[in-house]
């Protein structure tokens, strides 16, 4: 139902700062959280930081607190994860994600829609 593409992906140095884009197309009207999620090799996908599109309240890892924010554009279908002084142990895969439940958001598999995924590469 939902479509997403992600963009802003790169590689920088530690310290350094990316802002990723997830742009959302089809039907869109039953979407309850959005959120971005990522996954390194070897490990397990993990979520990084969410949205409640009704209220619009963020929710965070305790790894990124401080570091990143999310945020979305409603007119523009755009959610964005603006991430600041990134470490190496930031590098992943990173994945938007939309769901339509109410619970569990920390879980991927609340969420029906996923993007392809973008690269972001920290070195020291």
């Known amino acids: 139902q939902v479509q997403l593409v992600e963009s802003g992906g790169g590689s920088v140095q530690a310290r350094g700062s990316l802002r990723l884009s997830c742009v959302a197309s089809?039907?869109?009207?039953?979407?309850?959280?959005m959120g971005w999620f990522r996954q390194a090799p070897g490990k397990e996908r993990e979520g990084v930081a969410i949205?409640?599109?009704?209220?619009?309240?963020?929710f965070y890892a305790d790894s990124v607190k401080g570091r990143f924010t999310i945020s979305e554009d409603k007119a523009k279908n755009t959610v964005y994860l603006q991430m600041n002084s990134l470490q190496p142990e930031d590098t992943a895969m990173y994945y938007c994600?939309?769901?339509?439940?109410?619970?569990?958001?920390?879980?991927?598999?609340?969420?029906?829609?996923w993007g392809q995924g973008t690269q972001v590469t920290v070195s020291s």
């Open positions: 949205i409640s599109i009704r209220t619009g309240n963020p």
């Open positions: 994600a939309a769901g339509d439940g109410f619970t569990g958001i920390w879980s991927p598999r609340m969420y029906n829609a």
């Open positions: 089809g039907d869109t009207r039953y979407t309850k959280y």
